[in-house]
């Protein structure tokens, strides 16, 4: 029986826990909360988006932060196998569109009391409210093993460690980035830590502030690189414009694109990011021109102003109509087929530039963190440190929105916590 010390009670260090307790280890959790999974209480809105039905490679394919890194994890510790823990203590779940596994109740805190009930069950001790200063370490026969910790008022001895603390994203939560230091201090490397699942910044503040709160569904999406003329990123789906810029889960999932390309602080400082909303997607540009035709006809005589209003949402008329260049007290029965060939383009390639990430508070999830080299994929310990484990966030591993991330925080914490068994 091993000595086991958990730093963080977040998904992938409840996990690892009851994993190394269930493999008859003497297991204590030490989270510098006065709770366990503080952030897991406000994934998905609340509702804690716990996993996705896709298959599992379909996961790596989902996770452009070092996917194949994940394949052994992935195949220990699969969605399936998460459903079936939940399911034990209790919960079942429910899919929703874009294979989205939800708790029936739409509740998060019902996600947490499963693991927190487990852990209870197992008789696994948490110190609540204690920080971990340092890592202890000794060298013997060439190499370094973990010895124990040493926290704010004690030291404790442990012959294997796992590190899950989080990464640097909503900090309220604990998620302060103090892993990484502890790490660093062992030699570890760390990939730089940058904001991914992030809103982005617009050059255009007062065009967006016009169109704060405006919710589009079902939209076309693509980030460009204007510099070389390449698509970084495209989507269909969901997105919102904010008092700063853009937002929703398509902008989330392309931010997480845009963190990862190559010479990105140049390309946005220098105007050559720019996102293309397609506002008609399933309307190719004929169709479209039919359509404002049909509309036009019902409203001949009105002021262009006055007839866009069953084609676009009512914030959106005003700028598309500014963008048009037409004059908007034009009447519809005047309007050139020049001008309606540009009402078509303004529609379907709505242009907005994009400044800058939003800052790391308001990011999901961190990109970067431990780098992947140093860490064994089949077992997550540290090449570097005998007995050192790694789980979760900390990790230089993330995905986009849809329960990507948490599995990667079961899948990893549970083979971390079998502790290379």
Do not use: W
């Amino acid at each position: 029986m091993s000595k086991v010390i958990v730093i963080g009670g977040g998904p992938a260090g409840m996990m690892a826990a009851i994993t190394a307790k269930e493999n008859k280890n003497d297991v204590v959790i030490i989270e510098k909360n006065n709770q366990l999974g503080k952030k897991l209480l406000i994934t998905g809105k609340g509702r804690c988006n716990i996993t996705s039905s896709l298959e599992m490679e379909e996961f790596i394919k989902n996770t452009p932060g070092n996917g194949m890194f994940l394949y052994s994890a992935y195949q220990k510790y699969t969605n399936k196998d998460i459903i079936q823990f939940l399911k034990e203590q209790g919960l079942e779940v429910k899919e929703e569109r874009g294979n989205r596994i939800f708790p029936i109740t739409d509740k998060s805190i019902d996600v947490l009391k499963c693991f927190t009930k487990k852990i209870k069950e197992l008789n696994i001790e948490i110190k609540y409210n204690t920080k971990v200063k340092e890592i202890l370490i000794e060298s013997a026969e060439g190499e370094n093993k973990v010895v124990g910790i040493k926290t704010d008022t004690e030291i404790l001895k442990a012959d294997k460690i796992i590190l899950a603390t989080g990464g640097k994203s909503y900090p309220l939560t604990g998620s302060t980035g103090d892993g990484y230091k502890l790490a660093q201090k062992l030699g570890h490397t760390i990939t730089p830590i940058k904001p991914s699942l992030v809103p982005l910044e617009t050059y255009d503040k007062n065009e967006c502030k016009e169109l704060q709160g405006l919710s589009l569904r079902n939209v076309g999406i693509k980030l460009l690189d204007k510099e070389k003329n390449k698509t970084i990123y495209e989507d269909f789906g969901e997105m919102l414009f904010t008092h700063f810029g853009v937002s929703g889960p398509t902008i989330l999932s392309a931010s997480a694109h845009l963190v990862r390309y190559k010479n990105i602080e140049r390309l946005l400082e220098e105007k050559k990011i720019v996102l293309e909303i397609d506002l008609k997607p399933a309307l190719e540009n004929k169709k479209l021109n039919d359509r404002i035709l049909r509309d036009f006809e019902e409203v001949k005589n009105k002021q262009f102003k006055n007839s866009l209003d069953k084609l676009l949402p009512q914030k959106l008329i005003p700028i598309i109509i500014k963008r048009s260049k037409i004059n908007p007290n034009k009447k519809v029965n005047e309007i050139t087929k020049k001008e309606r060939e540009e009402l078509i383009k303004t529609i379907k390639d709505f242009e907005i530039f994009i400044k800058d990430f939003r800052p790391i508070e308001e990011a999901i999830i961190t990109s970067g963190g431990i780098s992947i080299k140093e860490i064994n994929p089949k077992t997550m310990e540290s090449k570097k440190v005998k007995g050192l484990y790694f789980a979760g966030e900390i990790i230089d591993v993330d995905s986009y929105t849809g329960g990507f991330n948490l599995q990667i925080a079961y899948s990893t914490g549970y083979v971390a916590g079998t502790l290379g068994m």
